[in-house]
């Protein structure tokens, strides 16, 4: 495999939770002469090889932007098609999936879509709720500046006069998750688009321009390999 000489090296030093944005979908089908959704198919399958090569690596938690506040400007077409393809992969009982031990959860305001795919997430979610080998958290129909609304709002429901950061890291959508130790994003653009903008707070980036269809446990490996490299200081001195 590549890199093998430096496998311990970087084994050593591995994110607890990784973000990824997974970009340039369109841009993959595109730059081919196909339609925009058949890149969104690929990108469901490198998922699949993402969630494997990591589970092999040893890391546990994996947030992805799988559909944000924002994308809902875009045709009718191309949501039609990412809200099928949700529906069609999430049934981790599939062979793809089979004995993975994947736990499902999500992040965002899923009482938005489509009957039918907000049945299919919430049954997932409740069948995996007892997986503990990995957890695969979607985030769909998700902002990172409306999930902080969203916590303030409950705290101000729940009767808080003063607010502390743990309180509002307590009424989060990833609430049960860990924070992002490590956020990609595909594709070389170098922006986080309003994905998971608290959770990130000490989180290190990094943007490969690998297309997200792209994306295999080689290139989970380069990017894990260059984590390993930066020293987290949190505000300190080391």
């Known amino acids: 495999m590549l890199f093998s000489k430096k496998r311990k090296s970087f084994l050593d030093n591995l994110p607890i939770h990784v973000g990824i944005i997974m970009d340039g979908n369109g841009r993959w089908a595109t730059q081919r002469g196909l339609p925009r959704n058949v890149g969104h198919k690929e990108g469901v399958n490198a998922l699949y090889r993402v969630v494997k090569a990591l589970k092999k690596f040893g890391i546990k938690y994996l947030s992805v932007f799988a559909f944000s506040t924002e994308n809902w400007k875009r045709s009718k077409e191309e949501i039609d098609g990412i809200f099928n393809l949700v529906k069609e992969n999430i049934n981790f009982d599939s062979p793809k999936f089979k004995d993975e031990d994947i736990k499902l959860v999500t992040s965002g305001d899923i009482t938005k879509f489509p009957d039918e795919l907000r049945t299919s997430l919430e049954e997932t979610i409740e069948r995996t709720k007892d997986k503990n080998g990995f957890v695969l958290n979607l985030a769909v129909n998700y902002g990172g500046r409306m999930d902080i609304v ?9 009767g808080k006069k003063s607010i502390t950061e743990e309180d509002i890291i307590n009424n989060l959508y990833t609430k ?3 924070p992002l130790d490590f956020v990609i994003r595909a594709s070389g653009e170098q922006r986080i688009s309003n994905f998971m903008l608290y959770q990130m707070a000490y989180s290190e980036l990094y943007f490969p ?5 792209d994306f295999n446990e080689k290139e989970i490996e380069k990017c894990l390999i260059e984590f390993s490299k930066r020293k987290r200081r949190y505000g300190g001195i080391k």
């Open 176 to 178: 049960d998750l860990p």
């Open 150 to 158: 969203q916590a303030v709002n409950n705290l101000i429901k729940q």
């Open 209 to 213: 321009k690998t297309l997200w269809p």
